[in-house]
């Protein structure tokens, strides 16, 4: 199979009809072999009704309900794993993404040979309360991931399947499967100029707490990334640092006071020194890092995907 195109919703009833035509269309012009896996997480308006009668129409679509709402990572995560196509494309159910963009982005992945490829929606029709919260989200993952991209969390975007079958998107980090597919080796990762389509049903189902929550994902992705199979590198040099430096306060403390009173000057007791309990406070935190970064070894020694490498290529 050419294209597996996974669509995630919630309460899109009205737009679905709309895709569906547009993107067989786009597919039947271009002679692709697709699917269409319609991922509906938990809504509560008419969309699985929609998606059976439009599987009536189009065999080529797949439908997935969730019970309830889980997010749109885990209706991904979903779609990626029942996904057959040698390139898998993601767009929003909102009419926002344009399926005209599918036969360039497949021609990137199958033919420029890309792993990943992400839609820059450069002239954007949202508000600017989404747009400049949207920069500046897009300027810091830049900064952490080294991922040169200006629309991270751009729906619209193409894979090699072996990029999806290798990653678990899960919590709400569809945000950073940029990062997850570098973290794993993907690193052929580049970016297209896409049409960004102004809303035409329903209302926008994210608000900006989206951003506060995306920042609290970065910084654990960006931990775990570099500390998930080495925990005792961070928390152990933390708590290096912050033991040596509390005990050279208290050493500096203490021969201070020696030297006064050697040369017969007046000195107060170590303990009545400010510095030396906030040296106390740097051995106590110290010691407490080095054993967190201690159990979380342990932690990750026994884990049972501890040896779980990806091996791209072997020769028997």
């Not at 002679?31 to 509906?40: G, Q, S």
């Not at 570099?226 to 500096?252: E, Q, V």
């Amino acid at each position: 199979m050419d294209i597996s195109v996974v669509v995630p919703l919630f309460n899109e009833d009205e737009s679905l009809p709309e895709l569906a035509e547009w993107i067989d269309k786009v597919m039947k012009t271009n002679k692709f072999h697709y699917e269409i896996i319609m991922v509906d997480d938990g809504s509560t308006d008419k969309s699985w009704a929609v998606i059976q009668q439009l599987k009536q129409k189009y065999p080529s679509i797949i439908g997935i309900k969730f019970r309830r709402n889980y997010g749109k990572s885990a209706a991904l995560n979903v779609g990626f794993q029942n996904s057959k196509g040698e390139v898998v494309i993601t767009m929003d159910a909102d009419l926002q993404d344009s399926p005209d963009e599918i036969p360039d982005l497949y021609d990137l992945i199958k033919n420029k040979n890309y792993d990943l490829v992400s839609g820059y929606k450069q002239k954007r029709y949202d508000p600017i309360t989404k747009t400049i919260p949207t920069k500046l989200f897009n300027w810091a993952t830049r900064m952490v991931s080294g991922i040169r991209l200006h629309d991270f969390n751009c729906g619209l975007k193409a894979y090699k399947s072996a990029v999806i079958k290798t990653i678990e998107v899960y919590g709400e980090m569809h945000r950073y499967i940029p990062f997850l597919a570098k973290g794993a080796g993907f690193k052929k990762i580049t970016e297209k100029i896409v049409q960004h389509r102004a809303r035409k049903y329903g209302y926008t189902k994210f608000g900006l707490e989206r951003f506060v929550n995306g920042f609290l994902d970065l910084l654990s992705l960006s931990f775990i990334m570099k500390f998930g199979r080495k925990p005792m590198h961070f928390f152990g040099t933390m708590g290096f640092l912050s033991f040596f430096t509390g005990f050279g306060i208290a050493t500096y403390l203490i021969i201070d006071k020696l030297i006064k009173i050697a040369q017969n000057q007046p000195f107060r007791d170590v303990t009545n020194n400010p510095l030396f309990y906030l040296s106390l406070v740097a051995v106590i935190v110290g010691v407490q890092l080095f054993m967190a970064g201690f159990l979380g070894e342990m932690l990750a020694r026994n884990a049972p995907d501890k040896n779980n490498y990806i091996i791209e290529q072997t020769i028997p």
